[in-house]
Nanobody, 114 residues
Framework: VQLQASGGGSVQAGGSLRLSCVVS????????MSWYRQAPGKQRELVTN???????SLADSVKGRFTISRDNAKNTVYLQMNSLKPEDTAVYYC?????????WGQGTLVTVSS
């Protein structure tokens, strides 16, 4: 299973970005998909996930600002990030999980300037 994340970049506070993660090599629709992030000097943290049936959850720090969605026809999961804050600066990773098996994407850098 391979995951390819894209869409990171630099944006000013209050701006928006949309991250994408394309999954290949398996049946995408069966996986729970997640976005994690890791800020400099900090541990990787779970931002949001979406199950195979479309149920979602969000970390408190991004509620009301971030939205996760998936397009099973395109084998892609998205992270729409609005009202970005400098503290959202991190490398964002997508993660695919099914049962005990999990797979990471390579990460995409998001930098938010004040």
């Amino acid at each position: 299973v391979q995951l390819q994340a894209s869409g990171g970049g630099s944006v000013q506070a209050g701006g928006s970005l949309r991250l994408s993660c394309v999954v290949s090599g398996s049946i995408f629709s069966l996986y729970t998909m997640s976005w994690y992030r890791q800020a400099p000097g900090k541990q990787r943290e779970l931002v949001t996930n979406i199950t195979s049936d479309g149920s979602t959850s969000l970390a408190d720090s991004v509620k009301g600002r971030f939205t996760i969605s998936r397009d099973n026809a395109k084998n892609t999961v998205y992270l729409q990030m609005n009202s970005l804050k400098p503290e959202d600066t991190a490398v964002y990773y997508c993660y695919a999980r099914r049962g005990l098996a999990g797979y990471w994407g390579q990460g995409t850098l998001v930098t938010v300037s004040s």
